[in-house]
Nanobody, 126 residues
Framework: QVQLVESGGGLVQAGGSLRLSCAAS????????MGWFRQVPGKEREFVAA????????NYADSVKGRFTIARDNAKNTVSLQMNSLKPEDTAVYYC???????????????????WGQGTQVTVSS
């Protein structure tokens, strides 16, 4: 089991940057692939990015490719999302999630992820 806590959200102007971080408790962090999702009220949770257990493989939604970077530090039990060139349409609550244990799943289906953080709000003003 793993508990996830996101941080780093806030208000930023369009074109700016934010770095989200997700801290995980538990000794098995390195055994989970990790992902970031986002959600706006009234819409389904949307895949943003995912990373394999080693950090060697990543996957991104087309809408963020080239602007966002996911990374993980297994020694510190953290996964981050560096967000550059932010747009108003990036406004959402961002969640980190742990995928299926002992796999390198990097897909975008929310119900494939077993553990979720509480979310952090990102607001991009125009």
């Amino acid at each position: 089991q793993v508990q996830l806590v996101e941080s780093g959200g806030g208000l930023v102007q369009a074109g700016g940057s934010l770095r989200l971080s997700c801290a995980a408790s538990g000794r098995t962090f390195r055994s989970f692939p990790m992902g970031w999702f986002r959600q706006v009220p009234g819409k389904e949770r949307e895949f943003v990015a995912a990373i394999s257990r080693s950090g060697g493989s990543t996957n991104y939604a087309d809408s963020v490719k080239g602007r966002f970077t996911i990374a993980r530090d297994n020694a510190k039990n953290t996964v981050s999302l560096q967000m550059n060139s932010l747009k108003p349409e990036d406004t959402a609550v961002y969640y980190c999630a742990a995928g299926p244990l002992y796999t390198d799943y990097r897909g975008g289906t929310p119900n494939q992820y077993d553990y979720w953080g509480q979310g952090t709000q990102v607001t991009v003003s125009s």
